[in-house]
């Protein structure tokens, strides 16, 4: 027997759906950015946390160093730059502000 449930979801939209939700949790080191300066203010506590310059994880990460400062500074780069950045810091997330539609190339 196959049992069906119907959701709706209409009043939600890819950001609303999240909200209120906590960036991290116990046993979830999953990120949620809901905007740009939560990515920001993320990318630059784990650089605090592991001890990184800008200039050390652009050469780690094979980034341009003023991708890695973007992204430091306003939360916003190309998207494959983030994600290397992220890697190398141990950020995980599955999701990215609205911000970065768009930014598949190097900036």
Request: aromatic letters at 6%.
């Amino acid at each position: 027997m196959s049992v069906t449930t119907t959701i709706d979801l209409s009043e939600f939209d890819a950001v609303t759906a999240y909200r209120g939700l906590p960036t991290i949790t116990d046993g979830n080191p999953v990120r949620f950015f809901s905007d740009v300066e939560s990515v920001s203010r993320c990318v630059n506590e784990r650089m605090q946390q592991t001890g990184m310059t800008v200039e050390r994880l652009a050469d780690e990460t094979g980034v341009p160093v003023e991708d890695v400062d973007e992204l430091a500074r306003t939360g916003l780069t190309s998207i494959g730059s983030a994600f290397r950045v992220f890697d190398r810091l141990g950020i995980r997330t599955s999701t990215l502000p609205a911000a970065y539609a768009g930014r598949i190339t190097a900036s």
